[in-house]
């Protein structure tokens, strides 16, 4: 039974919990889900909504973060030899694509910063203006972030790493990687449709509840827009590159894309990427160890949804947001997204972190996490699956390229 449910697309759960969250608000049965539950004078302080979307969001982050630690772990435990000259090459054209991504999204959000998309703290948790801390020095956001609990995983990751190469217990590693994430992907397809209808269902109950949920729209129309423009850049980058007409890349690429909107994996996504990169004029078997380590740090699309989440909600919450913080953010949220697990919607556990890192409030973190994940399996996350895709892809081949046309520049490692 729970086999035939794991086989069910995500997107199809997804969409009948937020359809069963508008069915019970167009009923009027909305107050049954968002009362705590109880009877007479016993109450656990708990409604049905807000454990369903406890039901994710409360494991996600410790299993988020020994995720982070076995991943960094076993890929550095079963690691062999230094950086070859090829990936040096593909490298440089995930760092290009992830400059852009972080441009074109600082752009969107100073060109439409006037945009309302997120409610005011007071009307969401209560919190009132003048409990609203002001900015904080530079020294001090940069010191927060090096020390935050998700930089740290990652130290702890390294540490885990060595040591278990020290050990040889590098294949060992890696198998208990691939179940924990295998895990991991079974359990967010029980746990996200579970909290979209928590999510939809609470927001919905608010007295200004349509609103906010009507809101994201504008933000939704930002997103696609910037997602839209770094696409468009990088099959022209690619095009010129490869000396090929840019109606050749675009039918290379485009069925990865179709893939990758429908999976919302990274991972899932790789046997497309690499039919892709065969498209694109490289060998498919000699891509693959390149686009394959792109699936796990060159996450162009979740540096740029991270991005673009953060500085609005730092504009709702009353923080000042120059060109400075702007520019931390998106550093803060490159790092953070090479961290991302390739499974759906888990980078948005990150949001939360890098908004407390900004002088956001815990409470305020913890209500936008809960109000975007409305949306984000349904179409954020699949926008940004597709761009770290398409990346990895035009990357890879772009690097392969440029590498047999100067061999000689750099000796293989």
């Given at each position: 039974m ?10 199809l759960l ?6 069963l ?5 167009l ?27 406890a ?46 991504g ?18 005011d703290?007071?009307?969401?948790t ?22 935050s ?14 040591a ?10 890696d ?17 996200i ?64 894309a ?16 690499k039919?892709?990169?065969?498209q ?13 380590i ?39 949220s ?10 759906p ?29 409305t ?39």
């Open positions: 729970l086999e035939k449910f794991h086989r069910i697309p995500l997107l997804v969409i009948i919990a937020a359809a969250a508008t069915l019970v608000y009923t009027g049965a909305t107050g049954f889900f968002v009362a705590n539950i109880g009877a007479g004078q016993f109450s656990i302080g708990q409604s049905i909504a807000s454990l369903a979307k039901s994710l969001f409360a494991p996600l982050k410790p299993l988020m973060y020994a995720l982070i630690i076995m991943s960094i772990g076993s890929s550095i435990a079963i690691s062999r030899g230094g950086l070859g000259a090829k990936f040096v090459r593909v490298f440089a054209f995930f760092i290009t694509f992830s400059t852009i972080a441009i074109v999204c600082i752009t969107g959000f100073t060109v439409f910063s006037n945009l309302t998309v997120l409610p703290p007071a009307l969401a209560g919190e009132i203006s003048d409990k609203i801390s002001g900015s904080i020095p530079y020294a001090a956001k940069i010191y927060g972030v090096i020390t609990e998700l930089m740290v995983s990652i130290y702890a990751g390294i540490i885990f790493g060595y278990l190469k020290r050990l040889e217990f590098g294949r060992e590693a198998k208990a990687s691939d179940l924990f994430q295998t895990g991991f992907r079974k359990f967010l397809q029980f746990t449709p579970l909290a979209v209808f928590g999510s939809i269902t609470g927001a919905l109950s608010e007295p200004n509840g349509v609103a906010t949920l009507g809101n994201l729209v504008p933000f939704v129309g930002v997103y696609m827009l910037t997602f839209g423009i770094v696409w468009v850049v990088m099959l022209i980058v690619t095009s010129l590159v490869l000396k090929k007409p840019l109606s050749f890349v675009f039918r290379a690429v485009f069925p990865q179709v893939v990758a909107l429908s999976t919302s994996s990274s991972i899932a996504t790789l046997p497309a990427t039919v892709a990169c065969d694109l004029g490289a060998n498919g078997d000699e891509a693959t160890p390149f686009f394959t792109g699936a796990t740090i060159n996450m162009v699309g979740t540096l740029m949804g991270l991005t673009l989440l953060s500085l609005y909600t730092m504009k709702a919450y009353g923080l000042p947001v120059s060109t400075g913080d702007q520019i931390i953010v998106a550093l803060q490159l790092i953070y997204s090479v961290s991302a697990a390739g499974v919607s888990a980078s948005i556990v990150l949001l939360g972190d890098i908004l407390t890192s900004q002088n956001v409030s815990p409470e305020y973190a913890s209500y936008i996490v809960g109000l975007i994940i949306i984000d399996t349904l179409v954020l996350d699949r926008l940004r699956t597709a761009l770290n895709t398409q990346s990895d892809s035009m990357s890879t081949v772009m690097g392969l390229h440029v590498y047999y046309k100067k061999p000689a520049v750099l000796g293989e490692a």
